[in-house]
């Protein structure tokens, strides 16, 4: 193994968004910075890749709007110029009833509106009655709620919850409402509905503070752009970023000396043998928890939640029928329908109107998203196979014929890791790997394994993480 050198300033351990934001901010305080990453390319859940030409994202396509965090930073970028919104088609359900429109003025499916027409037409009158009810139950009612899908069964009823909140947030979070933590879900939710004493008053407010009133906004070029932007200042900044270089431990050395200010000085071990040393450490890689554990005082650190496995099956097809958007932006499949196995589709030129522009008339990208959390393994290990699942899961969803001789171009990504469930117990969990990195000086952790899914989340978590060890 070769050890003591070289000495770095800061070392981040992961190249998603969050390690390449925190390494921005070490970078730009005059620190030399290196961000170390186990993949092939940086970027994690928000690269891009080419499929049939064109230049598309990987991951995750869109931003949340709240609080403007993120649109700030864009600008910071110099990106402020490409964010844009996506078309107004709206989205659709499948349900085993029949297709239905999801809330325009929703949150994770919850509508504002409960007497909607496009509420109406999914959750039936007897829904929108049942839902309606919320603007008169008493405050009490669900404030105890331990879950997202305990408060919405107790405030609106089953019908909001399995025909419209569970498919949203099966395609979000790739998780079960009544998994997940209510705040860590939606962060200003619990506040809203505290003011509000209403449910769907709540969600109203929320959706009135997004910009232009949307709860998502996207880049030009897609959001991988980001991640270009990211890389691209960080080495005019004199910062490196190196891929395939997985991090195996975090060895905290004593009565080393070493160039830098006074600190407690770490070795970080690679599985190739080489050693960096520093006294500032980011863990921005959910393997924080396995390079913590030799430092955790008392009881092991618990394991974090790795969340589904995602499956994402991008299809660029020659299909004139497409332009008629016939299910919007796109569809959400609620669990218990039996004629699809993907849990989502997105038509990709009908929500973004410069996707539309760069790809030739009557050409289409779909894409679609397989693996929900405690789902046994339904989806084919063959990428041939997966691609054919996809085109006749897209023919169902979308009421138009696709098979292989419209296929210009096809992609599969697996993403592992990328969706943890922010549920009661991984927060806890986290909370120990937080206290674990606190007591280890010129440590930091971040990422959205801790901050929670989302830009909206991972922006402003990883900026602090990284100037906590600035000052």
């Not at 390449?20 to 940086?42: H, K, Q």
């Not at 905290?252 to 960096?276: H, K, R, S, W």
Request: hydrophobic content about 45%.
């Amino acid at each position: 193994m070769t050890t003591g050198g070289p000495t770095w300033d800061a070392v981040v351990v992961g190249g998603g968004v969050a390690g390449l934001v925190a390494a921005r901010e070490l970078a730009a305080a005059g620190l030399r910075t290196v961000v170390l990453d186990a993949d092939t390319e940086p970027g994690g859940a928000v690269r891009g890749h080419t499929v049939a030409g064109l230049r598309l994202d990987a991951g995750a396509e869109s931003f949340a709007t709240r609080g403007g965090t993120v649109a700030a930073y864009l600008d910071d970028l110099g990106l402020a110029g490409r964010v844009c919104l996506p078309a107004s088609h709206g989205s659709w359900v499948h349900l085993p009833s029949g297709d239905g429109p999801l809330p325009r003025t929703g949150l994770l499916g919850i509508p504002s509106e409960p007497f909607a027409a496009d509420v109406r037409r999914t959750i039936g009158l007897v829904g929108a009655l049942r839902a309606s009810l919320d603007r008169v139950l008493p405050a009490r009612v669900g404030a105890s709620a331990s879950s997202l899908g305990a408060l919405v069964r107790a405030r609106l009823g089953v019908r909001v919850l399995d025909r419209l909140v569970r498919p949203v947030v099966a395609g979000v979070h790739a998780s079960d409402p009544d998994d997940l933590d209510v705040g860590a879900v939606s962060p200003g939710l619990p506040a809203a509905l505290r003011e509000s004493r209403s449910l769907t008053r709540a969600v109203r407010t929320l959706r009135a503070a997004a910009p232009a009133g949307s709860a998502v906004q996207g880049l030009e070029g897609g959001l991988h752009v980001l991640v270009d932007t990211l890389v691209a200042d960080l080495r005019a900044q004199g910062a490196e970023v190196r891929t395939g270089a997985r991090a195996r431990r975090l060895r905290a050395l004593t009565g080393v000396a070493a160039d830098g200010p006074d600190g407690q000085p770490y070795d970080v071990e690679l599985d190739d043998g080489t050693t960096l040393r520093s006294r500032r450490v980011v863990l921005a890689s959910p393997a924080a928890a396995d390079l913590l554990a030799e430092h955790s005082p008392g009881a092991a650190l618990p394991p974090l939640d790795a969340g589904a496995v995602v499956t994402l099956v991008t299809l660029v097809v020659d299909a004139p029928a497409l332009r008629a958007a016939p299910r919007g932006t796109g569809v959400l499949v609620a669990r218990e329908a039996s004629d699809v196995t993907a849990k989502a589709l997105t038509h990709a030129t009908a929500k973004w109107p410069w996707l539309a522009r760069t790809v030739p008339a009557g050409r289409h990208v779909v894409r679609l998203s397989y693996g929900r959390a405690g789902d046994v393994d339904r989806v084919p290990d063959d990428e041939d196979a997966l691609v054919d699942l996809a085109l006749r899961d897209a023919s169902v969803l979308l009421g138009v014929g696709l098979d292989r001789s419209v296929l210009a171009g096809s992609a599969v990504v697996r993403w592992t890791q990328a969706l943890p469930r922010p549920s009661a117990a991984h927060r806890e969990a986290v909370a120990q790997v937080r206290a674990a990195a606190a007591a280890l000086p010129g440590v930091a952790v971040c990422g959205a394994w801790t901050a929670g899914n989302g830009l909206a989340s991972v922006i402003p978590d990883a900026r602090a993480a990284a100037t906590a060890l600035v000052t």
